[in-house]
């Protein structure tokens, strides 16, 4: 058992996608298993301005540095496992839930994708995996 598996023994999943995650994250099952359910999953995205935009509008998610330093967009399973970063960027203060499959279709190339950054319920996609995911 790795010293992630024993970080994440008392966490609780609040949904099948974070269920689905934590199965991931302690060596329970393959990443096809996770990814399949986060495409068929809503994600919370906090994002900067109004979460009650007019269809069509755009609007701006938190962007972070990933491990390479490759700038990533953060998404999360739930909006509580927002709550920490969301102290941390005022200007974030708006979140929005949307289809996983739709959002990643925005994603620009180039740019990678943290699940849950800032808790220990966290994992990472490169720019090349969401290219293989827009494309999925």
Do not use: H
């Amino acid at each position: 058992m790795g010293l992630q598996s024993l970080l994440l023994f008392g966490v609780k999943p609040a949904n099948a996608l974070e269920e689905a995650l934590l199965s991931f994250l302690k060596g329970k099952c393959e990443i096809g298993v996770f990814l399949d359910a986060l495409a068929a999953s809503r994600v919370f995205v906090l994002i900067k301005g109004s979460a009650s935009a007019p269809p069509g509008d755009t609007f701006t998610p938190l962007v972070i540095d990933g491990n390479a330093g490759d700038p990533a967009v953060c998404i999360f399973t739930s909006p509580e496992r927002s709550r920490a970063i969301q102290k941390r960027v005022p200007d974030y203060s708006q979140g929005l839930e949307i289809e996983f499959r739709a959002f990643v279709q925005s994603v620009p190339p180039g740019v990678g994708l943290v699940v849950n950054p800032g808790t220990l319920f966290c994992t990472e996609a490169t720019w090349q995996g969401v290219d293989e995911l827009r494309e999925g």
